[in-house]
């Protein structure tokens, strides 16, 4: 019995300082003070865990097309690249300075499956930053990303310039079209 109220009023007491400190202030909440060792390792045991547990059961499309490929290089140089970075094409520079930083996925995409990749720029990562892309991305859309995940690590820096360069000859192709079928339309 005794027992028990010492642990009662020790929890007690350490709830109290856990109170207190985190209305305090104290704690350094600034993107330029590092997490210590133990906090960091709570963090990354907790997002490595959560993102396995949740990517369960998502099944996964076939992702070797090569037009899909395609359509997933240009979203991915549109809206990951300029956090990620990619194979000697640098981040954004606003992206220098966030904590956590984005890793370059040409190394990390390796470390997760498709259906992992998929449910993380899907959702995105709490508290980092992140972004879930399937606010305003069907799944369809999405897919595509992941299957250029799959073949990034493999990439050069001069393929990745030339998928650049091609894609941007098809949009003035496609545009060209457009204003020649509305020239002859209104013909
Ligand atoms: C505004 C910046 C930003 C944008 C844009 C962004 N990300 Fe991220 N991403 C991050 C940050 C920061 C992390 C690190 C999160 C962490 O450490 O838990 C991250 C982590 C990831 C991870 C997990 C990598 C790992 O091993 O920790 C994947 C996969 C990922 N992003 C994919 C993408 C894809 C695909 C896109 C584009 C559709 C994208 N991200 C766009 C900031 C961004």
Not at 131 to 147: F, K, L, M, N, Q
Request: net charge negative; charged share 20%; hydrophobic share 40%.
């Amino acid at each position: 019995m005794k027992i028990l109220i010492v642990i009662i009023i020790i929890l007690a007491l350490a709830m109290g300082l856990f109170i207190i400190f985190i209305n305090s202030g104290i704690y350094n909440i600034a993107a330029t003070s590092e997490h210590n060792s133990l906090t960091l390792k709570i963090i990354n045991t907790t997002v490595d865990n959560s993102i396995k547990r949740h990517a369960e059961g998502i099944e996964v499309p076939d992702l070797t097309d090569s037009n899909m490929i395609a359509r997933g290089f240009e979203h991915f140089d549109e809206m990951c690249v300029i956090c990620h970075g990619a194979i000697g094409i640098g981040k954004d520079e606003f992206a220098i300075g966030l904590y956590p930083e984005a890793p370059a996925l040409e190394e990390e995409a390796e470390e997760w499956t498709a259906a992992e990749l998929f449910w993380i720029t899907k959702h995105g990562i709490k508290l980092t930053g992140m972004p879930a892309i399937g606010d305003v991305h069907s799944d369809r859309e999405i897919w595509p990303i992941i299957a250029f995940l799959q073949v990034l690590p493999e990439m050069t820096y001069q393929e990745y310039i030339s998928m650049r360069q091609t894609g941007e000859q098809e949009s003035e192709e496609a545009e060209e079209e457009n204003s020649q079928n509305h020239g002859s339309h209104t013909h």
